[in-house]
């Protein structure tokens, strides 16, 4: 989660951390934010589901609907959970887990519907909210005071090079 990744940043632990903003941790003057993308939270669902051949949906068409979700406390899930109170649905968590794979292979195994981030749906769609985008805003972090070594510095001039345009 972002909190684990900004303090391993924070520690040295790692030369470059992607999370999602605002910085869930107190990181002072540590912390550099070297780059910003919008993201897009989307829906998958799995193929035999009756929401297979559409585009978007609305949070009541989610009532009553399993959710395999993040787990509780990640900035992902506290995006999605405020999005589907503001409109006044509660989701059915049926499963949390912690990593963007294992939320699509318990979809593709028909446990319920989840939501990830358009930059890794890869062959997949995904539905977009149509009461409006379920919106983050990602960065790339790193200590302030440090220099980046050769390695992460070509792993974030690709990861810059493949991203859309920074907003920062």
Do not use: Y
């Not at 909190?3 to 550099?32: K, M, N």
């Not at 009532?63 to 900035?75: I, L, N």
């Not at 769609?125 to 985008?133: E, I, M, T």
């Amino acid at each position: 989660g972002s909190r684990a990744v900004a303090e391993a940043v924070i520690a040295g632990e790692l030369d470059l951390g992607i999370v999602t903003l605002p910085l869930p941790v107190r990181a002072g003057g540590d912390v550099l934010i070297a780059h910003r993308w919008p993201d897009e939270l989307r829906l998958v669902v799995p193929t035999s589901h009756r929401f297979s051949t559409r585009h978007s949906f609305v949070w009541a068409d989610l009532k009553g609907e399993p959710v395999v979700a993040f787990e509780a406390g990640s900035a992902v899930r506290e995006a999605i959970d405020t999005a589907a109170r503001d409109a006044g649905v509660a989701l059915d968590v049926v499963m949390e887990l912690r990593s963007i794979e294992s939320i699509k292979q318990m979809v593709a195994a028909g446990i319920g519907v989840g939501f990830i981030s358009r930059f890794a749906l890869g062959p997949l769609v995904g539905l977009a909210c149509a009461d409006g985008p379920i919106a983050r805003e990602l960065a790339l972090i790193r200590r302030s005071d440090r220099v980046p070594n050769a390695a992460a510095a070509r792993f974030e001039a690709a990861l810059v090079a493949t991203l859309p345009a920074d907003t920062a």
